[in-house]
C-alpha cells in the first residue's frame, strides 16, 4: 500500500488507478449516505477522488490512510451540498407519538430499507444524522463541519431519529 500511495505522490497514474480500485466501492457507500441519488453520488465520489490526489502531499503516514481518505470524501460530500443548496430545505415535523419497538422486529428490516429510510430524510436532517449516527463526529465537530450551532445539529438529530422512528412503525406497520 505504502508503494501506491508513493506513486500517487508522484502523480502515477497506474498508482491512482490502483487506489481508486481499491477504494472505490466503500468510499461510494460513504458518498451514497450524502447524496440524493446515485449520479449525485458518481459526482461526489470523483470529486473526492480528485481532491485526495490533490491533497495526497497531505497525507503523512501517521494514522489510518483509509480514515484521512474517507475524511476527504465527507468533505467533499457536504461541500457538493453546500455548493448546491440543497441544505437550504425549511421542513417541520408534526408531534409524532413515539412508539418503542422491539429489536426483533427491527430485524425484518432490510439494510437496504433502512437506508432507504434515511435518504428520504430532509438533507439537514440527513447530514447530520450520517454524521453522528454512522461516522462518529460529536456535535462540536458537526456544527464546524456544516457550519451551524452545535444546538442546531442536536435538533436535527432528534428531528431525524423521530421521522426515522415514523418511517419504521410505518414499514412496521405494513408486515403486520
Not at 457538493?80 to 437550504?88: D, L, N
Not at 430532509?122 to 452545535?150: D, T
Request: with cysteine.
Amino acid at each position: 500500500m505504502n508503494d501506491i500511495i508513493k506513486g500517487c505522490l508522484s502523480n502515477d497514474r497506474d498508482c491512482q488507478k490502483a487506489l481508486y480500485e481499491r477504494y472505490a466501492a466503500s468510499m461510494l457507500g460513504v458518498c451514497r449516505r450524502y447524496a440524493r441519488h446515485g449520479l449525485e453520488a458518481d459526482d461526489m465520489l470523483q470529486d473526492g477522488f480528485i481532491t485526495l490526489f490533490r491533497n495526497m502531499d497531505q497525507y503523512h503516514g501517521t494514522g489510518s490512510f483509509e480514515a484521512w481518505m474517507r475524511r476527504i470524501i465527507i468533505n467533499t460530500c457536504l461541500k457538493h451540498i453546500r455548493k448546491f443548496s440543497f441544505q437550504k430545505e425549511n421542513i417541520g415535523i408534526e408531534e409524532t407519538e413515539i412508539t418503542k419497538v422491539e429489536p426483533e422486529v427491527l430485524s425484518q428490516l432490510s439494510e437496504e430499507a433502512l437506508l432507504e429510510m434515511i435518504d428520504q430524510l430532509p438533507v439537514g436532517y440527513k447530514n447530520v444524522f450520517n454524521l453522528y449516527a454512522i461516522e462518529g463526529y460529536n456535535h462540536q465537530e458537526i456544527s464546524k463541519m456544516l457550519g451551524i450551532r452545535e444546538g442546531t445539529s442536536r435538533s436535527q438529530l432528534v428531528k431525524a431519529r423521530k421521522m426515522l422512528q415514523k418511517f419504521i412503525g410505518n414499514a412496521l406497520n405494513a408486515f403486520i
